[in-house]
Each structure stands twice: as C-alpha cells, then as structure tokens.
C-alpha cells in the first residue's frame, strides 16, 4: 500500500526552525515535494525534488531559509526550515510522483498523484 506520512510540524516563534519528514513506503517515486496549504488559500507549493538526479526547486518565497532533502536508505523525504515567519503558518503536505514531469511543473499540485495527510506548521509573531 503506497502511503506518505508527515511529521515534524508544531508551533514556534518567528525566526525559529522546524524540520519536517514525510516517511514513503509501498513505492518508489521519481518526483516528491512540499506544499502548503493555508486557510482560505489554494495549495502552493514549496519545494520539490527529482529523486533520480537530485535536482531540487524552490518557489521564491522558500528559497535561502528551506532547504528539501532526501535519505533514500531510510526512503523519507526532508523539509528543513529556517527563519521562519507568521506568513509560513500553513498545513504542509508530502507528494509524490511516480512519473517523470518538466521542472516547471514539480510545484504544481496537479503534478502529483499520491498525498500524505498533513501536518501543521504554525509561527507565531
């Protein structure tokens, strides 16, 4: 059975850190991501990964403070994320693809086929 479990949210100060881990089991996946998603705003994403090469994307608002990740001997997938700010406050979720897409698609959440339940990032200011 193919599942994406995320850990790791939990409520901090601005400028403080949390890193989240999305545990994958059931398949392999040539794409995985981040995204978030904040009360009454769509699902944006955030970060992504080609598992394959290692090639990594960011939108702008994550680039220089989150950092993706991956640990393919323990097949689990890492958010890092630093100076965090109010504006960050979201459920962030795991994706993930099992086929191939064009790197401007990796932060779509059209782009992804299989989704963890979420977990909750709240900063306060």
């Known amino acids: 059975q193919v599942q994406l479990v995320e850990s790791g949210g939990g409520s901090v100060q601005a400028g403080g850190s949390l890193r989240l881990s999305c545990a994958a089991s059931?398949?392999?996946?040539?794409?995985m991501g981040w995204f978030r998603q904040a009360p009454g705003k769509e699902r944006e994403g955030v970060a992504s990964?080609?598992?394959?090469?290692?090639?990594?994307y960011y939108a702008d608002s994550a680039k220089g403070r989150f950092t993706i990740s991956q640990d393919n001997a323990k097949n689990t997938l890492y958010l890092q994320m630093n100076s965090l700010k109010p504006e960050d406050s979201a459920m962030y979720y795991c994706?993930?693809?099992?086929?191939?897409?064009?790197?401007?698609?990796?932060?779509?959440?059209?782009?992804?086929?299989?989704w963890g339940r979420g977990t909750q990032v709240t900063v306060s200011s």
């Open positions: 994706a993930a693809s099992r086929v191939w897409n064009y790197h401007d698609r990796l932060l779509k959440p059209s782009t992804y086929t299989t």
């Open positions: 059931g398949l392999t996946f040539r794409n």
């Open positions: 990964i080609d598992t394959y090469h290692s090639l990594l």
